[in-house]
């Protein structure tokens, strides 16, 4: 029993020894709860929208303030005409116009009736419905504080959805899955490949051979840069052809953004294969370090803008959140390169640091 208990111990010594075991038992758990708890939602905070009120009148003014003093949403600017609402939202920084017509708080008083028109961006049709819902809930509720003379007195709310009138799921979940697929197997792919030459010896091979760090890591990325390229074109060509995914934008122009944020996913597979020294390794790192991020903090299935402050901050050094931006602009929006110049800056940065990080560490096991 003595020696039983001596193993024992001897095995609680080598986990606490172990920093990569004691993450995995307790780190873990902690960073999959806060992700869930707190990520996790399809409720709106803090949406940016914009009105366009062209009555000015007491009344639009109130229901104005009403929406302003709500949580859902921050009233981002006014706006002073329809023709610059899709500039609007082809920037990115607002998901809805809220539109009061002429003599407003008159018709309500004439005609027992006014109408205030939500546009919403409907790139992502579930924000885009909890927005037109919550927006006739604040003005109905905003109706039945009102004194019972005016208690008769209607609003309608006509809504509107630009991009996707149907609100169709799978325009959201094309770019989404597209944007995961090669996030994950690009980066998986290439975080075991110098791992794969540690492991069968072969590293010192490389080590000792006439080749550059970056010709060497140049070398490892190229071939799955070719692989990577004919899944996007299997992705977006499924989507088009069989689930009516629209291509409104420039296809060169997402052919020019797919393989950059292809080599920005291999450039991070190639950075953690060299920090990690076997296949096992590296393949739980790309899992569990990539898969949940992914998913959860890209905004492909939860609004990143009702999350928590932090949570915000760390989604914007996930790659695959800028990349979902790209891929809705181009194809639901018709965009430009104007329209994304920041987002494929931010993919080019990070790229450069990924594969710069590459080299430096595959330079200090060469020294």
Known sequence: MKRFIGFIKKEFYHIFRDKRSLFILFGMPVAQILLFGFAITNEINNVDIAVLDYAKDVESQKIIQKIKASPYFHVENEILNEKVIEGEFKKGKIKAVLLFEKDFAKKLQTEKKATVQVITDATEPNVASTIANYTQSIIQNYQNQKSTVQKSNGVIIQSRMLYNPELKSVFNFVPGVMTVILMLVSAMMTSISITREKELGTMEILLVSPLKPFQVILGKVFPYVFLSIINAIVIVSMGYFIFGMPINGSIFLLAFESILFIITALSLGILISTISNTQQTAMMISLMGLMLPVIILSGFIFPIASMPLPMQVISNI??????????????????GLEYIFKETLILIGMTLLFIGLSIKNYKTRLE
């Open 318 to 335: 996930i790659p695959a959140k800028w990349f979902i931006i790209i891929v809705k602009s181009i194809m639901l929006k018709g965009v």
